[in-house]
């Protein structure tokens, strides 16, 4: 049976836009519909559209339906003209692949790769509608051919062993996306197999593992993306581990974490001193999140700076008697051991501050009688040029400041913060506004007669400074990264970062791991409503580099790179900081330090990108090749609101500002979670 309806007779109006309908007056638009059942020819319907016609909208139809994969494996959409009982044929879309798809027959089906919430889409000429789907996602694995029986054990839990506890990671850590998964680890008896169970709102993970890694378990790189992309902002990704040996089982032990919404950016530069890619001497070694450590500059090449924006390193070259004789500065490129730009015989360009652009460097500052890292050396602090070691004159700051200790400049290049051992030997911070090579406001914002206060770093926003409250070395010495708020002179230790929640130490061996946290950098940008910073600490990484490492032998391989995720909305006096991760791709033998977060060199227009942060311009945009493909390319500015890292002067320039999103460091920002 055909039925030919003519819309011009229908009213009223329902679904989410309208739209006059193409055509004209004395050529209609047809559109063949299909029945309820997407039955064949003889049970379809005609939609007939003039242009004289009531504008029409569309419906589409369930309304936001919920899957739960893979016990329904599909789900079929129709689409709906305004009055009209009789599906039209439309043309179907899905946001988000990874999802799910959908068909032109408006069947849609998950991907089994992630859960979530995607729209489907359907168009009729001009007219257009939207719903959501929501896809709940149930995976099991079985890697290590775990038996039935087993299973089940494992399932029903136990209390056999009450040494049965978490090692790594800690509960409440925040990670994001685009690393590899933690390695999770556990103290007792050795397991015979695992049973590790992840829920979140979407999600409900189930795997079984064997006894070929029986304190450890590592979720496969594909699992852990299930895992890392389902989790929302708010979120709450609930682990349980319940293991058997010898027959009894034990668990589940529980904890959970959080998944920010974005991928970490920019490279980390860090030092070793025994790395097996350099025959187990010093360099520079970088790493990218989600990547291998690989070496950048070797030769003994170590005690470095970084510019923000991924430019130029700062460090000292050869040394002798732990002395370094040499230091210069090196350009940033694709290529490793780029040879200097500049050196010098003087080790004060280590850790000096480069501009935000490396065009300049303040050098570091040595007093007589100070010694950091085998800086012997007495020089006073100035503002070089770093492609030709000239001084450069610097009013304020000549002939004001003459021990400037591990200096740096803010991400935008409007402050400068450093040890001010003029005024304080070494046990305060200080912080200056900066103008061009202009300086001025010489303001003490840290004091502890008790400590070292050294390595300070901004915050992105240029509001807070991290720094590192101990001495001057990490070997046989105490530290830990403190917050000083630059509006109130507020200082908030980063207890959570640390290793403790308030007073109480969480760490799994307590004291003998506490208080060993030196270094932080920060990344320039905000990622997924979060900052993240890089330190050294020598605690304990689970099982793997245990509490029986020596951690203050030379070049202990307890001296690790940790990340934590910091709150962009931080309260002065409130500690913003969560608990720590270690770094994946970093050398596990190696003793590792002094991790230097920055971007990467950025590129010219018409150069591939994946975000606006990559980009000299500050936008990175889907561009239409020659042969009618697609790319991500960066562009001169466009018109309209900026993306999510693309370049920003207010928060109003942002294309998400109605949502919370704030411009940080002049790039656009997630707001942070609620």
Not at 447 to 470: E, M, R
Not at 519 to 538: N, Q
Not at 638 to 657: I, L, N, R, V
Request: glycine share 12%; aromatic share 8%; charged share 15%.
């Amino acid at each position: 049976m055909r039925h030919r309806l003519l819309l011009s007779t229908l009213v009223g109006a329902f679904a989410v836009s309208t739209y006059a309908a193409c055509g004209t007056e004395d050529q209609p638009t047809t559109f063949p519909g299909q029945g309820l059942d997407g039955g064949g020819p003889g049970d379809e319907t005609t939609i007939i559209v003039n242009n004289d016609a009531t504008p029409f909208t569309l419906q589409i139809k369930p309304p936001d339906p919920v899957i739960n994969f893979p016990a329904q494996p599909n789900q079929a959409f129709q689409a709906f003209a305004t009055g009209s009982t009789a599906p039209v044929l439309a043309t179907w879309s899905a946001d988000n692949a990874l999802i799910g798809t959908i068909d032109q027959t408006g069947l849609f089906t998950p991907a089994g790769i992630i859960g979530g919430v995607t729209n489907v889409n359907a168009s009729v000429g001009k007219a257009s509608a939207s719903t959501t789907v929501t896809v709940n996602l149930a995976m099991t694995e079985n890697p290590g051919n775990v038996d039935a029986t087993t299973q089940g054990k494992l399932k029903a839990g136990g209390t056999a062993d009450s040494a049965f506890r978490w090692l790594y990671p800690y509960d409440q850590t925040v990670f994001p996306r685009g690393i590899d998964g933690p390695v999770m680890q556990f103290d007792g008896a050795v397991p015979d197999a695992a049973y590790v169970h992840i829920t979140s709102k979407y999600l409900d993970y189930q795997g079984f593992f064997g006894s070929s890694n029986p304190a450890r378990v590592t979720l496969s790189a594909m699992t852990w993306k299930a895992v890392a992309l389902s989790a929302g902002a708010n979120d709450p990704v609930k682990v349980e581990v319940t293991k058997i040996s010898g027959g009894q089982v034990t668990g589940p032990i529980k904890e959970t974490w959080a998944v920010a919404q974005g991928s970490l950016k920019g490279t980390v530069y860090y030092n070793t001193y025994n790395s097996p890619q350099v025959n187990g001497t010093g360099a520079i070694m970088r790493i990218k999140p989600g990547s291998p450590a690989d070496v950048y500059i070797g030769n003994c090449t170590v005690c470095h700076s970084v510019s923000a924006k991924g430019s130029t390193i700062t460090s000292g070259i050869l040394w002798g008697n732990g002395d370094p004789l040499q230091s210069g500065t090196f350009p940033i490129g694709q290529n490793a051991n780029p040879p200097p730009q500049y050196s010098e015989n003087l080790g004060r360009y280590s850790f000096g501050a480069l501009t935000p652009d490396g065009a300049m460097v303040l050098t570091h500052g040595t007093p007589p009688g100070n010694t950091i890292r085998g800086l012997t050396q007495v020089t006073t602090s100035e503002l070089h040029d770093t492609k030709t070691g000239a001084k450069i004159a610097a009013p304020g700051f000549d002939g004001v400041v003459t021990h400037a200790m591990t200096p740096t400049f803010s991400p935008d290049g409007k402050k400068v913060a450093f040890n001010h051992w003029d005024s304080g030997n070494g046990n305060s911070l200080a912080v200056m506004d900066v103008a061009g090579t202009t300086f001025s406001n010489l303001v003490d914002i840290a004091q502890d007669n008790n400590k070292i206060l050294g390595w300070p770093f901004f915050t992105p926003d240029a509001a807070h400074v991290l720094y590192h409250s101990g001495s001057w070395g990490t070997e046989n010495a105490a530290g830990d990264v403190n917050l000083v708020d630059l509006a109130t002179k507020t200082v908030t230790p980063l207890a959570m970062m640390n290793g403790f929640n308030g007073s109480t130490n969480y760490l799994p061996f307590g004291d003998p791991e506490a208080h060993k946290n030196y270094e932080p950098t920060i990344l320039p940008v905000a990622v997924g409503g979060y900052y993240w910073a890089v330190f050294t600490s020598r605690r304990v990484y689970g099982n793997i580099v245990g509490p029986g490492v020596d951690p203050f032998v030379q070049n202990s391989p307890r001296k690790k790179l940790w990340v934590s995720a910091i709150d962009i909305n931080m309260m002065p006096g409130k500690d913003p900081s969560h608990p720590a991760f270690y770094l994946p791709g970093q050398e596990l033998p190696a003793g590792n330090m002094r991790g230097f977060w920055a971007l990467d060199p950025c590129k010219q227009n018409g150069n591939t990108c994946e975000t606006g942060d990559e980009c000299c311009g500050g936008f990175c945009r889907t561009q239409t090749d020659a042969d009618g493909g697609t790319s991500l390319v960066c562009v001169p500015p466009p018109m309209g609101c900026a993306q999510e890292f693309e370049k920003c002067t207010t928060a109003g320039d942002c294309c998400g500002s109605k949502q919370g999103y704030l411009c940080l460091n002049g790039h656009c920002a997630q707001p942070p979670p609620n």
